[in-house]
């Protein structure tokens, strides 16, 4: 099996599960415990803490541990309104990710005012419409750093210059350790992280929370994570999320190298070789791992037979949308740039990663080749 679809998960490095093995093996105490084995697992979280923090250019006490984006991004959204009267109004881009679309309705129908924010046909935030809304300091913007279908990156530090006052969210899933992440730089108050796309362990992520924000815990319990985030912490996954951000951040460069070479291969294969192909990732303000195409003709083709007949021939890969019920749903991210229902529905998302070979991307283009020339028979 040729695996790019390295958006959604990645294999786990072998370095990390040495790292991780011992906190489920010997060292198995209670972090929130004050015998040996707990104070144990409380240092290495606490180390891991400090480590991940000064890879994003935040102070450890800025950073708590969840579950992973899905939980980060909820916590953001439902903390800020319900829980701690931060925000009365929520927006956000029209391509976030589901973790952030779908809370945001959620709060909607709690009479909780929420927006979405146009982007262009690139999927780059309408900067001239957002401007356009009056923003406070009671307004939470949600944002992503990068798209997880398209790889296109937004213009945070513009973002808030034109809303100064307000709150400012990022889904960073994508992005850290694949480019620089800095939350300072970026100017933003949140920020969503996972483990799982970095090669590192399924089921933890971070958020950062901006020093001197009122910010009140959406899960209730014990008082871990400074009262931010209630629940048992896992030294053993924790351990391993430092582990492979480490490892990302001192490789990135060589990594986000290969990448480049890798999806530049791609898109140049996939050109020369299917007609009416469109790239919706642009060579500039993209990550270096994703390519997302669609077909101009989608209205003669069957969106979902491309994805099935690809996984035939062994080749992993996705639309980006969800699959509801058995049936494949446009991508939302490519309807909000414009595309057609149809469009946005045979489309396909390719992203790679630093084990991506030479030999997978020919591989997986004359796949596609083949296949599309079937389905357009």
């Not at 709060?107 to 356009?132: C, H, M, W, Y």
């Not at 699959?323 to 740039?337: E, K, R, W």
Request: aromatic letters at 6%; proline letters at 3%; glycine letters at 6%.
């Amino acid at each position: 099996m040729i695996y790019l679809d390295n958006s959604a998960t990645t294999r786990i490095d072998e370095s990390v599960v040495e790292a991780m093995l011992p906190w489920l093996r010997e060292n198995y105490g209670n972090a929130s415990s004050i015998y040996q084995l707990g104070r144990q697992a409380r240092v290495a979280i606490e180390y891991a803490r400090e480590e991940i923090a000064s890879l994003i250019g935040a102070h450890p006490a800025e950073l708590i541990f969840t579950s992973g984006g899905t939980e980060s991004n909820n916590t953001v959204l439902k903390s800020c309104t319900a829980e701690s009267n931060l925000c009365d109004e929520v927006l956000y881009s029209a391509i976030e990710h589901h973790a952030v679309i779908y809370p945001a309705k959620e709060l909607s129908s709690q009479k909780i005012r929420t927006f979405p924010l146009s982007v262009d046909n690139q999927g780059i935030l309408n900067l001239e419409e957002f401007a356009q809304k009056k923003t406070t300091k009671q307004t939470l913007v949600s944002v992503m750093h990068a798209n997880n279908e398209t790889g296109m990156i937004q213009p945070l530090e513009k973002i808030r210059a034109i809303a100064p006052d307000a709150l400012i969210h990022t889904d960073a899933v994508q992005s850290f350790g694949k480019i620089p992440v800095n939350m300072y730089e970026f100017g933003v108050d949140f920020a969503s992280f996972s483990a799982h796309k970095i090669h590192g362990p399924k089921g933890v992520g971070a958020l950062f929370i901006r020093k001197g924000i009122d910010f009140k815990a959406h899960q209730q319990g014990g008082g871990q994570e400074r009262n931010r985030r209630a629940g048992t912490e896992s030294p053993a996954l924790i351990v391993g999320f430092q582990v492979a951000a480490r490892q990302a951040i001192r490789e990135v460069a060589s990594r986000t190298e290969a990448m480049k070479s890798a999806v530049a291969l791609l898109r140049e294969l996939l050109v020369q070789t299917i007609p009416s192909i469109r790239i919706n990732t642009t060579l500039e303000h993209s990550l270096p791992n994703i390519l997302n195409i669609s077909f101009l003709d989608a209205e003669m083709i069957d969106g979902e037979a491309i994805l099935q007949s690809l996984d035939i021939y062994g080749i992993a890969a996705s639309n980006g949308s969800a699959c509801v019920s058995g049936s494949l749903q446009p991508s939302h991210v490519l309807s909000a740039m414009g595309r057609s229902d149809a469009e946005a529905k045979a489309a396909v998302r390719f992203s790679v990663s630093k084990d991506t070979t030479e030999l997978d991307v020919r591989r997986a283009a004359n796949v596609l080749a083949e296949v599309m020339t079937a389905l357009r028979q």
